[in-house]
């Protein structure tokens, strides 16, 4: 793609997102402005971090070139609004680790031995353990640059014997990935085991699997989790769709589903805006957007709560069944897009 049409695409969008932000609510019906300009950021944050600084600069100068006045106020927070401003990647980092120091400081002092009603079998320590894991066989993927999978279980993990202590490891052991984490070029290759195999797939990888594993330790110690941060949480669930198409076991059983053309909707209530996942099987397995509207097709069942509780849900934490989530529709697809996709 040349140069000056790079321009004017950006040029465009940028016009056109600033019109409809603009619109007057006679003109617009403003749910449906809201729908446009959540679909159109959910495509940008999708976009790798050089894309994303790129597309920040084309919108800078497309505003620079209008006169001062409103016009160029509105196209001068395009890139604000968008999220295309910040170090995302650096930003995804920081979440990591805060969220790891809250698992940390959840679990330092509580008996290892307390068991997990939400990992049958498992206690305090082997959640500890896991999410020690992660963090240790993500860091070595991005630290060594491997183009070929390695296996979590392969790597020496330095755990101590005692399980009091797996706390303070886990605490080191997240650290120490951070750090490669924060230095390493967000677009280089690496392996992964989603769809996108390079180094920025890891913090949302390792800050989804902590929000559950911090999950998992509030239902142990306090028979409820924490709750979520909406907008990290809605991510979060980004991540997990995006991935299951990768997980062999999930994509073998999505296949055997035999329900092509079903639709299931997932609603967010908490994010601001009816955060929404469209959930669309077919092909031997799903499609999946996002956006506040359901879209042309009528979904099959409908599934609103928080969005940290539709993580949790997703995850297997919860019941569909449970009262925390408001089902219409056909359960029973909904059952068995949960028991397919079951981790």
Same mark, same amino acid.
């Given at each position: 793609?040349?140069?000056a049409?790079?321009?004017?695409?950006?040029?465009?969008?940028?016009?056109?997102?600033?019109?409809?932000?603009?619109?007057?609510?006679? @003109?617009? =019906?403003? $749910?449906? #402005?809201?729908?446009?300009?959540?679909?159109? &950021?959910? !495509? *940008?944050?999708? +976009?790798?971090?050089?894309?994303?600084?790129?597309?920040?600069?084309?919108?800078?100068?497309?505003?620079?070139?209008?006169?001062?006045?409103?016009?160029?106020?509105?196209?001068?927070?395009?890139?604000?609004?968008?999220?295309?401003?910040?170090?995302?990647?650096?930003?995804?980092?920081?979440?990591?680790?805060?969220?790891?120091?809250?698992?940390?400081?959840? @679990?330092? =002092?509580? $008996?290892? #031995?307390?068991?997990?009603?939400?990992?049958? &079998?498992? !206690? *305090?320590?082997? +959640?500890?353990?896991?999410?020690?894991?992660?963090?240790?066989?993500?860091?070595?993927?991005?630290?060594?640059?491997?183009?070929?999978?390695?296996?979590?279980?392969?790597?020496?993990?330095?755990?101590?014997?005692?399980?009091?202590a797996?706390?303070?490891?886990?605490?080191?052991?997240?650290?120490?990935?951070?750090?490669?984490?924060?230095?390493?070029?967000?677009?280089?290759p690496?392996?992964?085991?989603?769809?996108?195999?390079?180094?920025?797939?890891?913090?949302?990888?390792? +800050?989804?699997?902590?929000?559950?594993?911090?999950?998992?330790?509030g239902?142990?110690?306090?028979?409820?989790?924490?709750?979520?941060?909406?907008?990290?949480?809605?991510?979060?669930?980004?991540?997990?769709?995006?991935?299951?198409?990768?997980?062999?076991?999930?994509?073998?059983?999505?296949?055997?589903?035999?329900?092509?053309?079903?639709?299931?909707?997932?609603?967010?209530?908490?994010t601001?805006t009816?955060?929404?996942?469209?959930?669309?099987?077919?092909?031997?397995?799903?499609?999946?957007?996002?956006?506040?509207?359901?879209?042309?097709?009528?979904?099959?069942?409908?599934?609103?709560?928080?969005?940290?509780?539709?993580l949790?849900?997703?995850?297997?934490?919860?019941?569909?069944?449970?009262?925390?989530?408001?089902?219409?529709?056909?359960?029973?697809?909904?059952?068995?897009?949960?028991?397919?996709?079951?981790?």
């Open positions: 793609m040349s140069d049409l790079t321009g004017a695409l950006a040029e465009a969008l940028a016009e056109l997102v600033t019109a409809v932000a603009a619109c007057d609510d006679e @003109v617009l =019906d403003p $749910d449906t #402005a809201v729908e446009w300009l959540e679909m159109t &950021g959910h !495509t *940008l944050g999708a +976009l790798p971090p050089a894309d994303r600084r790129t597309l920040d600069g084309l919108f800078r100068a497309v505003a620079l070139r209008h006169p001062e006045g409103p016009w160029r106020d509105e196209l001068l927070t395009l890139s604000e609004g968008f999220g295309l401003t910040g170090d995302i990647h650096a930003d995804a980092c920081e979440a990591v680790a805060e969220h790891t120091r809250r698992f940390v400081t959840a @679990v330092r =002092d509580a $008996d290892p #031995a307390t068991p997990v009603p939400t990992r049958p &079998g498992r !206690t *305090l320590a082997d +959640l500890t353990r896991d999410l020690g894991t992660l963090h240790h066989w993500a860091g070595h993927l991005v630290r060594t640059r491997s183009r070929a999978r390695v296996l979590p279980g392969d790597l020496p993990l330095g755990l101590p014997a005692e399980p009091a797996h706390a303070d490891w886990l605490a080191a052991t997240a650290d120490a990935t951070v750090r490669t984490l924060r230095t390493a070029d967000p677009d280089a690496v392996w992964s085991p989603g769809g996108d195999p390079h180094v920025r797939s890891y913090p949302a990888r390792l +800050l989804r699997e902590t929000l559950v594993h911090l999950a998992d330790a239902i142990a110690l306090r028979g409820e989790p924490d709750p979520a941060d909406p907008r990290t949480a809605a991510e979060a669930v980004d991540d997990l769709l995006a991935e299951l198409p990768y997980v062999p076991r999930a994509a073998e059983a999505l296949a055997r589903l035999d329900r092509d053309g079903a639709v299931i909707r997932l609603t967010a209530h908490d601001g009816g955060t929404g996942w469209t959930l669309v099987l077919g092909g031997g397995g799903f499609t999946w957007t996002r956006g506040t509207g359901e879209g042309p097709a009528v979904p099959a069942v409908r599934v609103g709560a928080g969005a940290g509780e539709l949790l849900l997703l995850h297997g934490r919860f019941a569909a069944a449970d009262p925390r989530f408001l089902r219409t529709g056909d359960t029973e697809l909904l059952d068995a897009w949960l028991a397919a996709t079951a981790l």
